[in-house]
């Protein structure tokens, strides 16, 4: 199947600071990628979802002066934490459709973020 | 609007005895099903996926699905349970034809798999 990759698997940054999120499809182009956050033993809630070449769409109430993604090309697609807090610590995974709907979506390995 | 409910959230088996994990979904157009198995800390690996072909689905690892729209459910079984497959399992859905949620997945909140010895 498709390959998706994440890049960090896993990060910790210090209280202020920035963490970019990088997602790239490997094997195919897509239109669209979408960024999940999962707490701990809880299920993925979609942050946004990524449009290549025009402005990310985000679900009520993830602020997107917070979370910033951009999706420059039909491979690429990166999430920026800025200002990290503590309570943004999650996991980060992001997945890419190759086209249509019927298809399934392909993962990526997720991010580990811890802000200290 | 588009919605799943995983009707378990643990479920432990004996190992080589039949697993069952148990997902009801809601939908206002015609759907798309998955099944995505997660091991700790890691991406979601797609098991199978129902896209209005056969209702009964075989995916990777033996595990298989059967979609019955009259029952709205999507439960996911396998003849006998290994070691391997304890793992947390997502079932999926994916509108497929207008709305605000046409081609969004929506999870389930997941079932953790136990498998014992």
């Known amino acids: 199947g498709a390959v998706v990759s994440q890049h960090p698997s896993w990060v910790i940054c210090k209280s202020g600071t920035s963490v970019k999120i990088e997602c790239r499809s490997l094997d195919f182009q897509a239109t669209t990628m979408f960024w999940y956050r999962q707490f701990p033993k809880q299920s993925l809630m979609l942050m946004a979802t990524?449009?290549?070449?025009?402005?990310?769409?985000?679900e009520q109430g993830v602020e997107k002066d917070k979370f910033l993604i951009n999706h420059a090309s039909l491979t690429l697609s990166t999430l920026t934490v800025t200002s990290a807090h503590p309570e943004d610590s999650s996991f980060y995974i992001c997945?890419?459709?190759?086209?249509?709907?019927?298809?399934?979506?392909?993962f990526g390995q997720g991010t580990r973020l811890t802000v200290v | 609007a588009q919605s799943v409910t995983q009707l378990d959230s643990h479920v432990s088996v004996s190992e080589g005895t039949p697993v069952l994990l148990r997902c009801n979904y809601s939908?206002?157009?015609?759907?798309?099903l998955f099944w995505y198995v997660q091991h700790p800390n890691k991406g979601l690996q797609l098991l199978l996926k129902?896209?209005?072909?056969?209702?009964l689905v075989k995916g990777i690892n033996g595990f298989e699905a059967e979609f019955k729209k009259s029952e709205t459910s999507f439960h996911l079984t396998k003849p006998s349970a290994h070691m391997s497959d304890a793992a947390e399992y997502f079932c999926v859905v994916s509108e497929n034809a207008g709305g605000t949620s046409y081609g969004k997945l929506t999870f389930g909140q997941g079932t953790i798999l136990t498998v014992h010895p």
């Open positions: 990524s449009n290549e070449g025009s402005k990310a769409t985000y």
């Open positions: 939908s206002s157009y015609s759907p798309s």
């Open positions: 997945s890419a459709r190759d086209e249509g709907a019927w298809t399934e979506a392909f």
């Open positions: 129902y896209t209005s072909a056969a209702t």
